[in-house]
């Protein structure tokens, strides 16, 4: 199990108040929820319009993420979770998918065509690149380079693996995190239309960059 004892990488963030930052390998299960509410505020309204609203998709994240495929930032003054940063291998990821639990939240039919849907919209590994699974800060720190610091940490976690670069996907309407991606080196490298997934994610085109270490 990983726990929030070891730095993911030497270097440290400060907010715009001043507060000291930190990035750790993992969370440990005091975190969970907060990472969860990080990861639901980032993601929760394009996912709710088929995992649905309130206590039922809270609940089926906060059981569902991997804490062994995260890298998360604490403000070490509140010793709160205050960004999260996913990624996927071969081994797993932090959202594992969404897959290996949904029957178990929504039945054997709703956990069949939910499965249906996040396996068309999902981006496969590759062995030479690790796949980031989502980037989250909370709010009041946005702008305040945790973003930038969790990048770092993740190039350390791909390099650590052995991996050649990192892969995301972001939505076309989100320019801000594209920018920021961009300043950290990553490229586009291809581009998708999701077609009539767009009715269900309310995003038509995805954005594939890459960062090769």
Known sequence: MVHTSRPAVPSQSRDAGNREIEVFDGFAPQ???????LYLDAFGPKLARFLGRGARIRDFVHDTLNANFAVVAIDTQTG????????????????????????GHYGPFGGFWRGLILNLLQTQERSD???????AVAERYRGSGIGTALLHALDAKAAALGKQGIRL???DENRRAQALYARHGYSVTDAHDIGLLSV???FRRATQMTRML
């Open 80 to 103: 709160r979770v205050v960004g999260v940063a996913g990624f996927r291998t071969e081994q797993g990821g932090l959202t594992e998918r969404f897959g290996a639990r949904l029957h």
């Open 169 to 171: 996907d972001v939505i």
């Open 129 to 135: 690149k690790l796949l980031v699974d989502g980037i």
């Open 200 to 202: 269900i994610f309310g």
């Open 31 to 37: 975190h969970r929820a907060e990472v969860t509410a």
